[in-house]
């Protein structure tokens, strides 16, 4: 039996699919077989424009993925054969005794100043089968799944973690208050599912596009969603929907434009708390956006909150996992339509799918 790897050539390139020899399992390590791998809107800024991160073409991609354990090595007991896991993104640099990856670390791995990503410095899940090393089994975020969840569930384990992870870093932001939602991508789409499953009051859906908007409000809305167009009137009609408040109580950035930015923090009130979720980024790296914040009036006296997340901890695995594993997003189906489903041969096609206005998660199937 071989390993089929895909390796992209290059941003805007080709996938090369080679044989390789099977890898086996050392001590300490395990050897998983892939079942679904979905499609981050990161992996379509790298097929288009690379990112800087990764420094060696060509290169494996994908990141957000389930697999079966396959086999394991000697001293391995917390997973077996067949048993079904999801991978969080980010994960440990290595060093066992690093302050944040490590084995007293505080599992706040973005955090560390040598941090590592799989699809990123580490190879992504664009393969059949993946071996992985022994520090990563014992300290990396991976979720167990019970029998008879569905891959097609598990394999947005790391998406939906990256979104709780924002949602829960600042208490009470999100029961019983309003949430707006900037954009209506797929993580605003998992934010929508949780604020309602997390009792939000009412969730405001923002974005500019019609179709998406629509598809969204019509395959997860209910009477605490309100959809609204992001216009010329768009911070008068988000406000004015915030009512009987004056403001939104929690603002998550799902738009990976600097207008997004603007827009968040003209919406920021008392008490409000904002989640710059969606950084701008590009081949060239990170633009700087200036903004002016009064420590005294808006955070002081106002308690104005400024948080960011990008990518997801054991905590955000753990949450993840929880709502996955008990069935807590009922209508997580309605990501992924029959236009979203890709055989692992047709990576591009996936790709290209992801990256059209009217999609949320592409799924491809590697079974």
């Given at each position: 039996m071989k390993n089929i790897v895909y390796y992209l050539d290059g941003p805007g390139g080709a996938f090369k699919a080679v044989e390789e020899p099977m890898p086996e399992p050392g001590p300490g390590e395990i050897r998983i077989r892939m079942r679904r791998t979905s499609v981050c809107q990161s992996d379509v800024v790298i097929y288009k424009v690379g990112l800087p991160r990764i420094k060696q073409w060509p290169a494996i991609i994908l990141h957000e993925v389930c697999a079966t354990v396959d086999a394991v090595g000697e001293g391995v007991t917390k997973y077996a054969p067949g048993d079904l896991i999801g991978i969080g993104c980010d994960i440990p640099c290595g060093d066992l005794d690093?302050?944040?990856?490590?084995?007293?670390?505080?599992?706040?791995?973005?955090?560390?100043?040598?941090?590592?990503a799989t699809g990123h410095e580490f190879p992504g899940f664009a393969r059949t089968h993946a071996i992985l090393p022994d520090w990563f089994v014992e300290l990396g975020p991976i979720a167990k799944f019970d029998d008879g969840v569905n891959p097609d569930h598990a394999c947005q384990l790391e998406p939906l973690a990256c979104c709780l992870e924002g949602m829960t870093r600042v208490n009470n932001c999100i029961e019983n208050r309003i949430v707006v939602l900037i954009g209506a991508g797929s993580q605003s789409t998992y934010a929508l599912q949780c604020s309602l499953a997390m009792g939000a009051r009412k969730v405001i859906l923002v974005n500019r596009g019609e179709d998406r908007l629509q598809r969204v409000l019509r395959d997860f809305g209910s009477e605490r969603v309100v959809g609204i167009r992001w216009d010329d009137n768009v911070v008068s009609n988000i406000l004015e929907a915030c009512r009987p408040f004056n403001e939104p109580h929690f603002v998550m950035m799902n738009a990976p434009a600097e207008a997004g930015y603007r827009l968040s923090t003209e919406l920021l009130g008392y008490?409000?708390?904002?989640?710059?979720?969606?950084?701008?980024?590009?081949?060239?790296?990170?633009?700087?956006?200036?903004?002016?914040?009064?420590?005294?009036?808006?955070?002081?006296?106002?308690?104005?909150?400024?948080?960011?997340?990008?990518?997801?901890?054991?905590?955000?695995?753990?949450?993840?996992?929880?709502?996955?594993?008990?069935?807590?997003?009922?209508?997580?189906?309605?990501?992924?339509?029959?236009?979203?489903?890709?055989?692992?041969?047709?990576?591009?096609?996936?790709?290209?799918?992801?990256?059209?206005?009217?999609?949320?998660?592409?799924?491809?199937?590697?079974?």
């Open positions: 690093c302050i944040y990856c490590g084995r007293q670390g505080t599992g706040d791995w973005t955090s560390c100043p040598n941090t590592i008490g409000t708390v904002l989640d710059a979720h969606a950084g701008v980024k590009g081949a060239g790296g990170k633009p700087q956006i200036q903004h002016e914040v009064d420590l005294n009036n808006d955070i002081h006296y106002k308690l104005q909150c400024y948080q960011a997340t990008h990518g997801s901890s054991m905590h955000g695995i753990g949450l993840a996992h929880r709502m996955i594993n008990e069935g807590m997003l009922p209508l997580i189906d309605k990501m992924t339509n029959d236009t979203e489903r890709f055989h692992h041969s047709e990576l591009l096609p996936a790709i290209q799918r992801a990256a059209d206005k009217d999609s949320l998660k592409v799924i491809i199937n590697w079974s």
